[in-house]
Nanobody, 121 residues
């Protein structure tokens, strides 16, 4: 069973920074990609950032230049460094991982439970 665990959320003032972590554990062959979505109250879940193994990173326009996704492959962990946070960044942040359980299988999506980020004066 694959488990995805986020951490690092919290409350911060506008202009502040937070770093979210996303650790993948369990039995699997490889991680194809990891990324982040967020969902604000009353809104649909929206894409934030993604990182493909050996490939590109992508960002939503709303966070370009402020958020950075990185990965530490030895720890099966992705990070989302969030700088210059704004009140509109307030949301529950969800991490996902595209994981191949066995060599040759198509990767499947696994999601974390979400971590709350609140940006408020």
């Amino acid at each position: 069973q694959v488990q995805v665990d986020e951490s690092g959320g919290g409350s911060v003032q506008p202009g502040g920074s937070l770093r979210l972590s996303c650790a993948v554990s369990g039995k699997f062959n490889s991680i194809y990609a990891q990324g982040w979505y967020r969902q604000a109250p009353g809104k649909q879940r929206e894409f934030i950032a993604s990182s493909v193994s050996g490939g590109p990173t992508n960002y939503a326009d709303s966070v370009k230049g402020r958020f950075t996704i990185s990965r530490e492959n030895a720890k099966n962990t992705a990070y989302l460094q969030m700088n210059n946070l704004k009140p509109e960044d307030t949301a529950v942040y969800f991490c996902y991982a595209d994981v191949a359980l066995h060599r040759g299988l198509v990767p499947e999506d696994y999601w974390g439970q979400g971590t709350q980020v609140i940006v408020s004066p």
